[in-house]
């Protein structure tokens, strides 16, 4: 029977929303053939796939494949493609799938179809071009279908409580890897992540310094969401690079943005604008930002942002 291909990404232990979202997408885009998960490295909970959709659950275990490295992780997926034959493969439109979908691609001589925000019968793609100013659609004749899917976009399937089935062992043999992960150094500032929350409270040079921060710290964690950054306020080293978000840091799509002290530039405006509700805080009532934002507040950030947080720590 026809399957489709879901790789699976994990957090330390836990799979990745984008992870159920890429099995919902794939039933999506299957046309009724089977889905089935592939696992590599640890599988603590590789069962929790069934819950989530998938018909079958792969898993590899070999612990040079726990953490993510682009040799390894390919010579594996290589060798599950060939073992399993698949008609479609779906990766989410993550750190991790954005550097290796290219190269199974390539590897497998497939076309690609990558940061796909919704799927219609066919299966038709949709996905953003120029920044995210227009939509276009896509479909692929013949051969594999190959895409990735942005995370936040495409709804995950409700959890079936009790579903289950057994995990499939694969074995595949990796040679020669020139890049061993010995330990990982993390550093952000919530521990929610970035490209996966569904309210995000981002910082921009109005900051001012990286004391300022705090607020949004503060903000974000009444929320139950991330603190994201402008390239302004990460060149002013108010915060680190990984919560850039823009044209040159991370596309985000979450249900809630609150853009404080940002100007709006079209690069960091190419990594947002696609969120559901965007706030604005600015003291400029002319800032770009307030063009895209659906509700706007004019006025200093200072005042506004330790208000909403007493509000919203009240509801
Ligand atoms: P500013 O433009 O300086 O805006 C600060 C804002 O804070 C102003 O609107 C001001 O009115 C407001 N403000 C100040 N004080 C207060 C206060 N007390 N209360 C309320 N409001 C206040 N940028 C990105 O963000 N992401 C990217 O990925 C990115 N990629 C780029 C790629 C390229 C090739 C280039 C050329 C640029 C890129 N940029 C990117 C940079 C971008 O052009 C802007 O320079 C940057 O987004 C500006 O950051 P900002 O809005 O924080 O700062």
């Known amino acids: 029977m026809s399957t489709f291909l879901v790789v699976a990404e994990q957090k330390e232990g836990a799979f990745r929303q984008v992870t159920f979202e890429a099995v919902a997408a794939a ?8 889905i089935t998960a ?3 490295g640890r599988a603590d909970q590789a069962d929790e796939l069934f819950s989530y959709g998938a018909d079958n659950v792969l898993h590899v275990n070999d612990n040079q494949l726990d953490h993510y490295t682009p040799e390894g992780w ?7 493609i060939e073992q399993v034959n698949p008609d479609g493969i779906v990766l989410g439109h993550t750190a991790i799938g954005r550097d290796i979908s290219p190269k199974l691609a390539s590897r497998l001589k497939s076309g690609l179809v990558s940061d796909v925000v919704s799927i219609e019968d066919g299966p038709v793609f949709t996905r953003p071009i120029y920044s995210g100013k227009a939509f276009e ?4 004749d013949d051969g594999l279908v190959f895409f990735t899917i942005r995370p936040n976009n495409i709804a995950s399937l409700e959890k079936q409580e009790g579903a289950s089935g057994s995990v499939e062992e694969v074995s595949v043999t990796i040679t020669d890897l020139q890049t061993v992960i010995k330990e990982v ?11 996966e929350a569904s309210v995000i409270v981002a910082g921009g040079r109005g900051m001012k ?15 139950n969401g991330a603190v994201g950054a402008s390239r302004g306020a990460c060149d002013a080293e108010y915060c680190d690079y990984a919560l850039q978000i823009g044209q040159t840091g991370k596309v985000v799509t979450p249900d809630l943005y609150i853009a404080v002290g940002i100007s709006g530039a079209i690069q960091h405006v190419a990594g947002m604008s696609n969120s559901k509700v965007i706030v604005a805080i600015n003291k400029d009532p002319e800032a770009e930002i307030f063009q895209i934002a659906d509700y706007g507040i004019v006025g200093d950030l ?5 208000k909403l947080t007493e ?3 009240k509801a």
């Open 27 to 34: 039933k999506q885009a299957a046309g009724g053939a089977e």
């Open 38 to 40: 592939v696992v590599l």
């Open 74 to 80: 390919s010579q594996a997926l290589l060798q599950v």
């Open 137 to 140: 659609k896509v479909t692929i």
């Open 185 to 195: 150094v993390k550093n952000t500032t919530s521990g929610v992540d970035l490209s």
């Open 209 to 223: 310094n990286e004391e300022n921060f705090t607020i949004l710290d503060e903000l974000a964690s009444v929320l």
């Open 302 to 306: 200072f005042e506004i942002v330790p």
């Open 311 to 313: 509000e919203f720590r």
